[in-house]
């Protein structure tokens, strides 16, 4: 694990402290505000306050219009429809909320299609499409795919179906040739926001379609729990439209009608408690994601849809099970991933990783990147090699577009496709030493060593006296907290070490116990136990930490979360 360099934001300002005296906050919150670069009154009431109201027009969206008219045509000439999604969970709740809504609009007509991740890969395929077509489908809607289907699309209009792309990924080159075309990126869209997650763009088609048939306005904001749990699985920030949708879904989540969402709740083991964005990106998403990784991508679908309790407890034990078998077979490629780091100690040097290994399951490869990642802090690329075709992903960090990095490095693949911080790739055998020389010096000039060293940025130096039960809750007014707006980290410097211990199978995490002299607070580190043989000769130490409401036995608690904990006397940079 690479040492972190803890950088604490500016102690609080006058312009903070006046925000406070307007908003009836503490200064904290306001400096906390502002350093989400939310600097005036009128910001910070929509930030704290998220309301329905401020959602967007859905006619902002380019072919909202033509979208809409088109599915009233559908309903009207009573056409079968076919809804395309994506293997994710941002693709599996997208697909479940068009489904939910518009399914009493096309009885025994509305058809959807997701496709095997193993075996098809990301986006549109002409064999599905095919099959789409001799069942009678005139009208195909995709969700959270779809941008770059040019091939798709032309052998759609060929054949003389309408195609609706709905999607929020980067448009590449020229675009498809459909009958309507709805994602916030592309280049003329004008809509005031542009990071809605697949989900949020299908919502808002949705939307569009309810000003025209206001009896779906109700079912609509009654799925708003599917909408925040894609929004916040697909890691797009949660700030604007996205603050809004997360939050009021997050309240329908927790008194959800969803049988489906109820039995996923109950088998992941949080039945009773308060489900919030942290439960759906750790626990309940992953269980949603293991079926596609493990190679049936349908089955979280099936449960959304699912009307029988005792069906959607099937379907989410059998999530369940994928989820532990994924757990295991990442663990294994984790471990040669390691192993082959360990025999080449020079990659260490590297300012990036490209590893490669024969048989990887390319539904864990992604998954073992980005815990490579957060161990070395660099980009790193696994491929899964069959054959003489690898197919791989990555993920990268603060500084390094992984998207563009590929893009420079494509004439030694066969395609690729992602984001800013996490791609996809496929590449044959003979190609894959030249790919990773060029990627790996295009990383080396395009990263400085101190973009190689990872930075936990502290909030507010506090004293411990002030990490209070009060302040804790009064945190809870940034939340949903996530991308963009992260969960603060505060830190507390020189305090004593009353107690410490490992806790968890081997010892994989640190409890402690920390004093000023004049109160004690208790701290969990989860994933913090190797720092535990540093602490033998430590007597004061500095902690870095979110603060949370623990509730044990109906009383409740602050607790600290750590986040990093050192020796006290080292150097803690101060930025503005």
Not at 31 to 60: C, H, K, M, S, W
Not at 225 to 250: H, Q, S
Not at 470 to 491: F, H, K, M, Y
């Amino acid at each position: 694990m690479v040492k972190k360099i803890w950088k604490v934001a500016s102690e609080i300002s006058d312009n903070a402290r006046q925000l406070a005296d307007h908003l009836g906050v503490s200064p904290l919150i306001a400096q906390l505000l502002i350093n989400r670069g939310i600097t005036d009154v009128l910001q910070a009431e929509r930030f704290l306050t998220p309301a329905l109201n401020q959602l967007y027009d859905p006619y902002l969206l380019p072919d909202m219009k033509k979208a809409v008219s088109r599915i009233r045509q559908a309903i009207a000439n009573e056409e079968t429809v076919l809804i395309y999604g994506d293997y994710d969970v941002d693709g599996i709740t997208s697909t479940s909320l068009m489904i939910r809504i518009l399914n009493k609009y096309f009885p025994g007509r509305l058809l959807y299609y997701i496709p095997k991740r193993l075996e098809e890969g990301y986006g549109l395929h002409l064999t599905s499409l095919e099959k789409a077509i001799a069942k009678g489908v005139s009208l195909v809607i995709t969700v959270d795919c779809g941008i770059s289907a040019r091939d798709e699309a032309a052998f759609l209009k060929e054949k003389g179906i309408d195609l609706i792309i709905t999607d929020h990924h980067e448009p590449q080159g020229i675009l498809p040739d459909a009958y309507a075309i709805i994602d916030p990126k592309i280049s003329d869209s004008g809509y005031p926001f542009t990071q809605l997650a697949g989900v949020g763009v299908a919502f808002k088609v949705l939307q569009g379609l309810s000003n025209q048939l206001p009896e779906i306005q109700n079912d609509l904001f009654a799925n708003l729990d599917l909408v925040a749990f894609g929004t916040v699985a697909d890691i797009v920030p949660l700030l604007d439209e996205n603050r809004v949708l997360v939050k009021y879904g997050l309240e329908q989540l927790n008194q959800t009608n969803n049988i489906g969402l109820r039995a996923l709740i109950e088998v992941a083991g949080l039945r009773g408690r308060e489900i919030n964005s942290g439960h759906i990106g750790y626990i309940l998403a992953p269980r949603i994601n293991a079926a596609g990784r493990m190679g049936n991508s349908s089955i979280g679908v099936k449960l959304f849809l699912s009307k029988d309790p005792l069906h959607a407890l099937d379907y989410a034990r059998s999530l369940e099970k994928e989820n532990t078998n994924r757990q295991e077979i990442e663990m294994a490629v984790l471990e040669e991933a390691q192993a082959q780091i360990e025999a080449n100690p020079d990659w260490k040097s590297e300012h990036a990783l490209v590893l490669a290994g024969e048989g990887w399951h390319l539904g864990v490869i992604g998954i073992v990147a980005s815990k490579l990642v957060d161990l070395y802090h660099k980009p790193v690329i696994l491929i899964g090699m069959d054959g003489d075709e690898g197919r791989g992903s990555g993920r990268s960090i603060d500084g390094f577009n992984l998207f563009d990095a590929i893009e420079s490095c494509s004439e030694y693949l066969i395609r690729f496709g992602g984001h800013e911080f996490a791609a996809g790739l496929s590449v044959k055998r003979e190609m894959l030493p030249s790919f990773q020389k060029a990627f790996l010096e295009l990383a080396k000039c395009r990263l400085t060593p101190a973009d190689l060293q990872p930075v936990l940025k502290i909030e507010s130096v506090i004293d411990l006296s002030h990490a209070t039960l009060d302040l804790a809750r009064e945190l809870t007014r940034l939340a949903p907290c996530g991308p963009s707006n992260p969960t603060p980290v505060l830190g507390c410097k020189s305090i004593s070490l009353v107690d410490y211990r490992s806790v968890g199978e081997n010892g994989r995490h640190l409890k402690v116990k920390v004093s000023d002299s004049r109160i004690i607070r208790e701290g969990i580190g989860f994933n913090l136990g190797a720092i535990y043989e540093q602490l033998a000769v430590a007597q004061e130490v500095d902690v870095a930490f979110s603060l949370e409401e623990n509730v044990w036995n109906g009383m409740s608690s602050v607790q600290l979360n750590l986040k990093d904990l050192r020796v006290a006397g080292e150097q803690i940079k101060q930025v503005s």
